[in-house]
């Protein structure tokens, strides 16, 4: 072959390789074009202020944080991440790299389903927002980039009702609607905050929520299509009251609040372990966004710590604990799962509601009465319900939660009751059902 004839070959080969390279980016101009409105192509999740991105390369996760809209050009990004369907969110300090996205990588074990939030800011020197309430799910080894041509389901939450209120302890079914344009739902996520009760994949779409304690709730439904994307519904606030006062009642602690004038009354009253500590800081966020001011309560008397605020009403609060275990012990904090409060609402059950029969087969007795030492609470239900029993003192202060748990239908339930560590005297005992609440005097002598 001559000189010549390479050169010719040399300027087909050029004129080639030009003409593909038109052709591969008018398709990606068309495809961008064609990409549906809040979809980006290379990321497992889009919201209006950031996109995400989870891959598994060997033993690692590599997460990225890409701010979108007024989020960009910020300087922050927190990555909390939960491994497994229960437990505590570690957070961890995102890099912020040259193209502005922040990146973390950690070893996590395949197949483990992850949950994660991020805190980020909105902007150069903007505030913080926290993604705490819409957590976002990954499983590790998977997959979950978007298609460009996936167009992200709708789903919203159908019941409860905003502002529902309930008695506690109570059943609470959850349902949702859920439709995909483009393809099918593959499951609906219901969640509480940040956790997971449960999902359903077939419509229609719903959840029952069993044993419901006292507290402010934070609602949601997720719907995932068969392309991996998700959207996750607006969020519902419902309150379930309590008979005995108080907001949340956790294994650590029970606390109230009370709206009296233009001032919130916050109560912490420690339980197990936690009693006699000497350190409870209550930590209060007013709004949806920013810090959580910290705020050393009083302990009083009783053992329990108290603070008061002004706070406007229709305010909803989110607020958390720090506390020791004990006297001297360690410090304990419910960061990772604070409490809701709206200010101006109350935490304790109507007396409408409260004075409702139990409906029992087996009126509610105590054995022996008066009790020199330990006494035997015996009832039956009518219906099978969940149930509280609660010990209060003459001046309607409680004494200590006598038993939880839910019982059969017409089958009597013997609770046992020490009364070792009570003051003689005249004390009352409440049974709160799903169906209302039944009383009985208990007299200790010894």
Known sequence: ??????SILDLSVCRLLLLLWLLSTLGETASALARPVGVLVDYCFTTPDYAVLAETVGPNVNFTFHPLGATAGGNLAILYLREGPAGAYPGYTMTKNAAGDFTFSK???????????????VGPGGPQRNTAATPHSYTVGTVCAVSSSNVPPTVSLTAPAASSVFAAPVTITLTANAADSDGSIAKVEFYQGTTLLGQDLTAPYAYTWTGVAGDAYSLTAKATDNGNASTTSVAVAILVQSPDGYCSTRPDYSYSAVTTGGNVAFTFHPRGATAGGNLAIVFIREGSIG???????????????TFSKAIASGTVTSVYFTYEIGPGGAQQTSLTDPHIYTVGTSCRTATATATQPASLTTALSISPNPAPGRAVLTFAPGPASAFVATLYDLRGARVKTIATGTAEAGKALALPLGTEDLANGIYLVKLQTSYGVATARLVVSR
């Open 1 to 6: 072959m001559k000189k010549n004839d390479y």
């Open 107 to 121: 070893a996590v074990a395949g197949g483990v389903v992850t949950s994660l939030y991020f805190t980020y800011e």
């Open 291 to 305: 810090a959580y001011p910290g705020y050393t309560m009083v302990k009083n008397a009783a053992g329990d710590f």
